[in-house]
DNA sequence: ATTAGGG
DNA sequence: CCCTAAT
């Protein structure tokens, strides 16, 4: 029933590489899916793209024909919708036109995502937070504007990213499949859809045919093909209804979303949509489990309201995951494969918060203590409702997290194993300890905190540990938590913890962060959490609202939704930042290395803002010349009042 | 419980 | 980040 297709993206014929797609500039990516008996494409489940996987490990420089598996069904070729424009222009057996139209619909359809995605975080983000203050909601907004490195991390995935967002064009070609019984041989769809480009050059648009109101259901094949080309600009021999109508309807919504079959066409856009078949309306509410889709919004309704709205700028690429889905949602309208695992949901949690950190929780919560500065730079300006920031943010996540990749890659998260292996050369019988701590680790799974350090305490018999040091012992025995912890997390994937993931916007939700809990013990120790930029700000802006040294107030205030950042953490960051700022100022140049070396380059602003308020501390409560690290170098910097 | 500082 | 000493 299901089998597995391989959907290349890019429309390898267009390009000037032999077949084996090794092309550098133009690399051949392509998604993985499965196609239900029904012909509706569902994302491949990890599991399956495991599988693939392995089958393609074995010659990536081939293309992916997968075959060998009764399951995979084949490669199929579709138009290019690499993510960089200069494939577009590489374009030449496609007409322009086409091209850039295809592309543009992807653009569309990913954003459309991007606001179903961005809508149901924002409900959750609501539901967590009750209290609510709109009006400081927009504080950190911006924030996401100075996160450079953010968008970087975005646009480097949007470039390296393995798998690519497959095309709406991709979608309907491989629906008619072999377990559908009537279907057209796959030959046409395939062939004459989305390849015939090249005929049609006069593809226009022509929305002036379908103004008014558009009644799929109720439309010939004959005015199907011609509603399709009024919404696409070009023809299509498809003569699969159904089909036609889902992608009309697609085209119309610039989505994935085929739920609705009657379009209001006015002044040469879609105005209003009526959804006729609310059939994914309760299955949402009932299987959505994942985090992200959290509140079950209708998608209908974001649907609208993007569309409303108008117009999208950003497309995400790496959407693809969550457009499917909807797909998913949408065509098969009943069941739903397979929920993404709870690693993968992980996974974007994480890098969800990588990237902005907390805009909308942290703004609400920083409303909570109604805690608005007036000053910063950075608040001011940010408006929650800025959608571009937020898909911005969005798209980048998913991008830098690198969604494709297989989870337990990235696992592995500092430093535990090297600790681990010197421990074991201090215990001969390390390893069955360690073992058995692992096991232990296991077994325990979620408690473990508390009893982990138990356990681990059980673990090193007298004998082990008689020889090392009391602090040794503490720390070997800190360092083999890690590890267990570790390789529990690895078998245990389903489990992950959110941790690393949330930085900001999500990070309140993660109370059970495996790394600090510690009860007594004290023994794990903390997973090492990136300082995001928006966390940086609010930290500035906590200090100069505050003072340096308040960091219990600051941490009460404006991290209060951040369990993993204590006071100490807050203290140690601003030295960090402190130190950054006084050695990246001064010298020009050396910003300038500091920042290709620096993982995170913090804005200068920032640090400038870091100093002046340092300096401010220093002149008002302290005696000049207090401070060690920075006391030679008194700056009187006129700057004030910015940020 | 918080802070400051060293590691 | 962790740890400790000093408040």
Known sequence: METLAGVDSNEEQHFEKTSN?????????????????????????????????????????????????????????????????????????????????????????????????????????????????????????????????????????????????????????LLPKLGDPCVKPIVEPIISEPLMSPTCSSSQPDFSKIKGEICLNNLSIKELHETFKATFGRETSVKDKLWLKRRIAMGLTNSCDVSSTTFIIRDNTLVKKIIQEETHHSMESSDDDCPLDGETSSISQIGDQNIESGKRLRTPKAEFECKVEELENEQTGAKRVRKPTKRYIEELSKADNRECGGRLLSSVRDACHGQSSPRSLVKPVCNIGSHGSALVTRQDSFGGSGVQVPYVSRMRRGRP?????????????????????????????????????????????????????????????????????????????????????????????????????????????????????????????????????????IKRVSFASSPFRTSVDLKDKWRNLLRASFAQGPPDQMARNSRKHAAAPIPIPILLRVRELTEKHSQNDVIPGKFPCYSGRSVHEPRSGFL
């Open 417 to 553: 194993r090297e600790n681990f292996m010197s421990l074991m050369k201090y215990h001969p019988s390390g390893m069955s300890v360690a073992a058995k701590l692992v096991k232990k680790a296991l077994g325990v799974r979620r408690q473990d905190n508390e009893s982990g350090g138990k356990v681990m305490k059980a673990g090193h018999s007298p004998t082990d540990h008689q020889q090392l040091a009391v602090t040794d012992i503490e720390k070997e025995k800190r360092n083999i938590v890690a590890y267990a912890e570790e390789q529990n997390v690895i078998a245990f994937s389903g489990e992950m913890q959110p941790e690393l993931g949330k930085l900001d916007s999500k990070e309140n939700l993660d109370t059970e962060i495996p790394g600090v809990p510690t009860a007594k013990g004290g023994i794990r120790r903390k997973h090492h959490r990136a300082w995001s930029l928006c966390e940086v700000v609010k930290l500035v802006e906590g200090v100069s609202r505050y003072g340096i040294g308040r960091w219990s107030e």
């Open 21 to 173: 797609g090794k092309t550098v500039a133009n690399p051949v990516l392509y998604q993985l899916v499965r196609v239900e008996g029904d012909g509706t494409l569902v994302p491949a489940t990890d599991d399956e793209v495991m599988e693939v996987e392995e089958l393609l490990e074995d010659d990536k420089s081939e293309l992916p024909l997968v075959t060998g598996t009764g399951q995979l069904e084949g490669c199929i070729l579709s138009n290019g919708i690499s993510s960089d424009k200069a494939n577009l222009e590489n374009l030449e057996g496609v007409s322009l036109s086409e091209a850039t139209e295809v592309d543009a619909e992807q653009l569309n359809a990913h954003l459309e995502c991007m606001g179903v995605m961005l809508q149901k975080v924002k409900q959750e983000d609501k539901i967590h937070l009750s209290t609510a203050a709109p009006a400081q909601s927009s504080d950190y907004v911006k924030v996401d504007d100075l996160c450079p490195s953010q968008n970087d991390i975005l646009l480097a995935g949007e470039e390296k990213l393995p798998i690519k967002v497959q095309s709406p064009e991709t979608i309907p070609s």
